[in-house]
């Protein structure tokens, strides 16, 4: 229970750092922007399209008798918005982090440089358009475990009791796992640590991850809070990172969880 406590002050330093460095705050929130735009767009073309689509789809129920063919329609159209709406949840980091992949990276080397010891970061070597293609990469397998995530427990809230109280609480903590993951990758890549590797160093410490995501997860669920909490998120990732690297932070002892996990050690 450490752990949860310790992940979720590192969700707090990402804030606070972010505040005192007003001009990567700015920088830091123009992904976001771009990325609600597009989210937006698609969520106003679901609610006004959607109801034609699902007629579209279900030509068998043409000819149902009222009211049998409008209440059918009417609860898949409520179900394609809902799904669109929690998978929008799920890759709105994973959409953002992309398209900011040079905006968040300056912020992340600003954060390594800032609190560590001898002022420098690691950097991976590569050139861009190669980290581009990890992060794409990776960040389509994790949407992909996400999204089958996401489907499996919008299917579990239908049923009684149990979806409506325990479902939504595994959401928030599954949402919160892949939130890190993704946010955690763009300093963890730097350090030329692979996707499996993260998630092996991840799932060592799960309530570590989850103190730091869970809340994140449960923030995103309010519409534009994404935006404005990305670049702190950011902040935060990249100061958990250096603890499950095993990497001295200045101004901290690290705590009794953290270790030397280097990829080759993973």
Same mark, same amino acid.
């Given at each position: 229970m450490r752990d949860l406590?310790?992940?979720?002050?590192?969700?707090?330093?990402?804030?606070?750092?972010?505040?005192? +460095?007003?001009?990567?705050?700015?920088?830091?929130?123009?992904?976001g922007l771009i990325t609600m735009v597009l989210y937006v767009a698609v969520l106003v073309g679901l609610a006004l399209w959607g109801e034609d689509f699902v007629s579209w789809s279900t030509p068998f129920a043409d000819d149902w008798s009222s009211p049998w063919q409008g209440l059918f329609r009417g609860f898949l159209t409520a179900v394609l918005f809902a799904l669109g709406l929690l998978l929008s949840v799920i890759t709105f980091t994973a959409v953002t982090l992309l398209i900011g992949q040079p905006f968040y990276e300056n912020?992340?080397?600003?954060?390594?440089? &800032?609190?560590?010891? &001898?002022?420098?970061a690691p950097e991976s070597?590569?050139?861009?358009? +190669?980290?581009?293609?990890?992060?794409?990469?990776?960040?389509?397998?994790?949407?992909?475990? @996400?999204a089958l995530w996401g489907v499996l427990l919008f299917a579990l809230g239908f049923i009684p009791v149990v979806g409506q109280t325990a479902v939504p609480v595994i959401g928030v903590f599954v949402t919160g796992f892949f939130l890190t993951e993704e946010l955690t990758a763009v300093a963890l890549q730097r350090r030329r640590?692979?996707?499996?590797?993260?998630?092996? /160093?991840?799932?060592?410490?799960?309530?570590?991850?989850w103190g730091f995501?869970?809340?994140?997860? @449960?923030?995103?669920?309010?519409?534009?809070?994404?935006?404005?909490? /990305?670049?702190? =998120?950011? =902040?935060?990732?990249?100061? /958990? =990172?250096?603890?499950? /690297?095993?990497?001295?932070?200045?101004?901290?002892?690290?705590? =009794?969880?953290?270790?030397?996990?280097?990829?080759?050690?993973?």
């Open positions: 406590g310790t992940g979720f002050r590192y969700f707090l330093r990402g804030q606070r750092w972010v505040a005192r +460095h007003g001009k990567q705050y700015g920088f830091g929130l123009i992904p912020l992340s080397e600003k954060v390594d440089r &800032d609190v560590s010891p &001898d002022g420098t070597g590569l050139p861009l358009w +190669h980290e581009l293609w990890i992060s794409g990469r990776d960040s389509l397998r994790i949407v992909l475990r @996400a640590v692979e996707l499996r590797d993260r998630l092996t /160093m991840l799932r060592s410490r799960k309530t570590l991850i995501g869970a809340p994140l997860a @449960a923030a995103f669920l309010v519409p534009f809070v994404a935006v404005f909490l /990305m670049p702190g =998120a950011v =902040a935060g990732a990249t100061l /958990m =990172a250096r603890e499950l /690297m095993g990497e001295e932070t200045e101004g901290e002892v690290p705590s =009794a969880g953290s270790g030397n996990l280097s990829p080759s050690g993973v």
